[in-house]
């Protein structure tokens, strides 16, 4: 499932293409993706501006003219992709390939937008868990979507001090409490690992035994494994691309998350794999203590 980095970089490839735009069209293939959409979705959204495109956890918001806000989670195989129309070939900072003509009609391929940017957005999952909804920006924080998320971990709320406060007398592992969104949001399973390495902090390591010394650099590792990715395009594994077509190229600096068996950048010791609350973790047995 794409987390914080391939879902913000999603978010900047869509920016010129709906961002301070109209969606001039909008229809939907089917009645939902993993829940039906709302009644009289295409309707509420057609004609309608986007005046901020942001990012909360790994959810996609796009605030509209008349006080709603377009909410999309793209899933597990979810991908959005925007096509240039017209002579239009650049929006903001990216060239985009022009629609070809069955863009948007392909089985797969659910919702689409039109918009005066111009440009064509076609939402396609293959395995539809992916959601799309409309939620009053107004009571936005109050949804039962986002009620109850922990803070951005790329935001000044988030530093030593709340991670300190957040871990004090947990019982789970440390890996479990970095993945559960009620403490920080948008951090998934890859970036978890890799800022657990950076620390030199065993994933089994109980979260409330993570000593005050240690969690500075965890958090400062938690900030920097993110900024990275998102500056590589996020990571490319299975079905995610980014808004434009491109693949993300995180997974090449991968220092420990999916090479079970191979040496420790760090150490030279052998990465090994175990399974933590149904999810693999990788991590390196020699430094991570």
């Known amino acids: 499932m794409p987390e914080l980095p391939e879902v913000e ?4 490839g869509l920016a010129p293409a709906l961002e301070g735009h109209r969606l001039t069209k909008v229809e939907t293939r089917r009645g939902g993706l993993r829940l039906p959409f709302p009644k009289a979705f295409a309707a509420r959204l057609t004609g309608k501006r986007v005046k901020t495109l942001r990012r909360r956890a790994k959810y996609l918001l796009a605030d509209l003219e008349g006080g709603e806000t377009l909410v999309i989670h793209l899933g597990m195989s979810g991908r959005l992709a925007v096509y240039a129309e017209g002579a239009v070939r650049r929006l903001g900072q990216y060239v985009y390939d022009a629609a070809p003509a069955d863009a948007g009609t392909g089985k797969h391929d659910h919702v689409v937008f039109e918009t005066d940017a111009p440009a064509r957005i076609v939402f396609t999952d293959p395995r539809r868990f992916g959601l799309m909804t409309l939620v009053a920006t107004a009571t936005l924080e109050d949804d039962k979507l986002f009620a109850g998320l922990g803070v951005e971990p790329l935001s000044n709320h988030f530093h030593a001090d709340y991670l300190a406060a957040a871990l004090k007398g947990k019982k789970t592992p440390i890996k ?3 993945l559960d969104q009620r403490v920080i949001a948008g951090i998934g399973n890859i970036y978890a690992c890799e800022a657990l390495f950076r620390s030199r902090l065993s994933p089994k390591r109980l979260a409330g035994k993570v000593r005050r010394s240690e969690i500075p650099v965890l958090a400062d590792a938690i900030k920097m494994v993110l900024t990275e990715a998102i500056a590589a395009g996020g990571s490319s594994l299975r079905d995610y691309r980014q808004a434009d077509g491109a693949l993300g190229n995180f997974q090449h600096h991968f220092q420990v998350y999916d090479r079970e068996g191979e040496p420790c950048p760090a150490c030279g010791g052998t990465i090994k794999r175990i399974v933590q609350a149904g999810r693999s973790t990788f ?7």
Do not use: G
Request: charged share 20%.
């Open 176 to 178: 479990s409490a970095l």
């Open 283 to 289: 991590y390196c047995p020699k430094c991570q203590k």
């Open 9 to 12: 970089t999603v978010r900047t």
